[in-house]
């Protein structure tokens, strides 16, 4: 059967959730063979295998942190001669695209960023792709070389299936350009305790209505009591309300959670781009003709001030 690459993003061993939704579309296409890069490929192994991973290639060396992406193109593109493989899958992250991009323009092939689906065709993977604010839904194919495709996150439901996950030393030497870009500081971010938002099972999201960064702690407190992440939408990442970090939508993260709740959003395509496929949506809005009724399975139309911290209290109430 034929092999399919799938570039592991980790966090020190710890496999980040797209990576098993990758390893899970990437079966449809073939047997997948992770690429780790840095340290603990072992206990990543475990993971990896558990969700499909026939084969680990794994490297580690500094250069992977202490320079910016090249030294990680470098190893994807050993991988990509060691295995010679049907496509080469990697997470939509900017760091993600960059990579597959330059990965892309070194070995002559064409590339698709940010697939929503995948699946095998008789020429070769067809992919899905949500466009113009989701307006549209495209299907492509790379017509030439291997297909390198980047696919966003949430945009399978990783499924495990256990193979071996063996772990074997990819060896890699890194070109001159590889050590062009030197990292030399880092600041970590301030942990906030909940989910990251685009893996959130629960998002709760806040926009213009919420009127002030000051009342952003009505946001984080009714997603606190559902162990949710908090989102945002433009207008209020705008205004400075909310970290740009946290903007859902067409020019922010696109989530897809079970649960999703919008509190004083008023519900524009851009918005809905990055929301619309979330399972149950909820809307609190007091506008009762406010867009987002129109995609709502729950909408709850009064001032979020006063619903938010009820339904808050509530929650915690009947969690006991
Ligand atoms: C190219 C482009 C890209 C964009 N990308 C994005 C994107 O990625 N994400 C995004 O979100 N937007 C994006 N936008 C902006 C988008 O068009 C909207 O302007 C934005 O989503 C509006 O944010 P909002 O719903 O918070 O504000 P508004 O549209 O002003 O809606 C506020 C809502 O809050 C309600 N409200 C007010 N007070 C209360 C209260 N006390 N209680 C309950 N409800 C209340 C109002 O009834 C209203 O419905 C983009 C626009 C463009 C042109």
């Known amino acids: 059967m034929a092999e399919v690459l799938v570039y592991v993003d980790h966090v020190d061993g710890a496999v980040r959730k797209p990576t098993l939704e990758l390893l899970t579309l990437a079966r449809r296409l073939g047997d997948p063979v992770a690429v780790h890069l840095g340290p603990n490929a072992e206990e990543a192994a475990k993971t990896l295998g558990e969700y499909g991973a026939v084969r680990v290639l794994a490297a ?63 020429e070769g993977p067809v992919t899905t ?14 017509t030439k070389g291997t297909p390198v495709i980047t696919v966003k996150p949430n945009s399978a439901t990783p499924e ?22 030197k990292v030399t500081s880092r600041t970590p971010r301030e942990s906030t305790g909940r989910p990251e938002l685009t893996e959130a099972a629960i998002v709760v999201s806040g926009g213009r209505g919420v009127n002030g960064a000051e009342n952003f702690h009505l946001i984080e407190g009714l997603a606190d009591s559902l162990g949710a992440a908090v989102g945002a939408s433009r207008a209020a990442v705008d205004a400075g309300w909310y970290p740009h970090s946290h903007q859902v939508g067409q020019t922010g993260k696109t989530v897809s959670p079970q649960l999703y709740i919008a509190t004083g959003i008023s519900g524009a395509i851009q918005h809905r781009a990055g929301m619309q496929t ?3 949506i909820v809307a609190i809005n007091k506008d009762a003709e406010a867009p987002i009724f129109e995609l709502v399975d729950y909408g709850i139309v009064g001032d979020l001030f006063e619903v938010v911290p009820q339904l808050t209290e509530e929650i915690k109430a009947r969690k006991g």
């Open 60 to 122: 580690d060396a500094p250069e992977f942190a202490d320079y910016l992406v090249v030294p990680k193109v470098d190893a994807l593109q050993a991988a990509y001669e060691a295995v010679s493989p049907a496509a080469v899958l990697v997470p939509s992250s900017a760091e993600g695209k960059e990579i597959a991009a330059r990965l892309a323009v070194r070995i002559g092939s064409g590339i698709i960023t940010d697939a929503v689906d995948l699946e095998s065709g008789d």
């Open 129 to 142: 792709q949500s466009v113009f604010a989701a307006a549209f839904t495209t299907k492509s194919r790379v």
């Open 160 to 181: 495990a299936a256990a193979a071996a996950g063996t772990v074997e030393e990819l060896s890699v030497s890194f070109g001159e350009a590889a050590t062009g870009t």
């Open 278 to 280: 979330s399972k149950t």
